[in-house]
């Protein structure tokens, strides 16, 4: 993603130096003698890689004889795509690689966590930092360009820490990893992005269902209180929202005024223009990969500029804001 940060005579950002360090060293590793091991995951990492990379290249093919191609933009994602198969294939190389990748999950939401700390010290002008400008209008975003990279940050690193919470046998380990979602969830809220937390509400109930799952499996059958007060509530859960539901609907207002308040402006116009701004860009997208028989153009953005007042002088093309929908395009 691109950052606010950039390193000195070069044309990208501190992140990417890194993973492009690390790869080398893992190289090196490997090229002077060092033990490979080539697990089951290793295999279908590759398999995936390998054909990922064959419709990218197909939809390349068909982007160069069908329409004009924005290099910038397709250099920029073929990067991205190099390093991310780089650094998932080699990390599954690894001898050990369950505990290494285990261990770099604990460091990723060190840094995380104390990286969120220093942008909110930033942004309250606890910090100064001259280069970066913390706050796009009313929105955080931190290091990163725009907003929504900052929120998809924490919606990655905040259902990583609850599952290493949720998996560790430490105390400390746990504490910690608890302790890290409180800025995690706080900066993602202040970038007000309604993707985030739609998906953060979203994630948390699909876990909660997976633990309730896990835990009455691994109960043996055995009859405990807890396991018993817990059955006895999922049990009841639709019965109970049923018997509720005359209450809700007679305080519907609150509702309704409750769910716009979680959103970005509060529900009011730029909600608005947000909603129909991605319905344009998906509806774009669908059509323009129906153009390309389905085949995609490559990496890259391959949309129209949207009709939006600060969206369309701009001098690329634009992505679709759906993963689904920007892979569709690309191949």
Known sequence: FASQISVPGLPFGYGELFLIIWIMLSLG???A???????PAFAKLAKFWLLLSLTLAVGTFVGYFTSVLYLTGLSHDA???VLLASVTCLAALEPDAELRLRRSAWWVIAI????????LGVAWGWIHQSEVEPWYWDRLRGWSENPNQL???CAVFGPLALHLATTTQSRWAQLFAFSSLVPIFYVGRLTKSDTYLYTTILSGLVFLGLWLRAWFASSSGKATLSREIALLLVVGAVPLAIAAAPYVVTEESSVAEFAKSLTKDGGDEATAETFDLRVFLWGQAIETGLQSWSLGLGPGPHLERPPVADKQFLERPFEAHSTILDLYLQG
């Open 29 to 31: 590793r490997i090229l």
């Open 112 to 119: 995380a966590t104390g990286a969120f700390l220093v942008q």
């Open 151 to 153: 929120a998809l940050y």
């Open 79 to 81: 990067m991205a795509y």
């Open 33 to 39: 003698g060092g033990s490979i091991v080539a697990t």
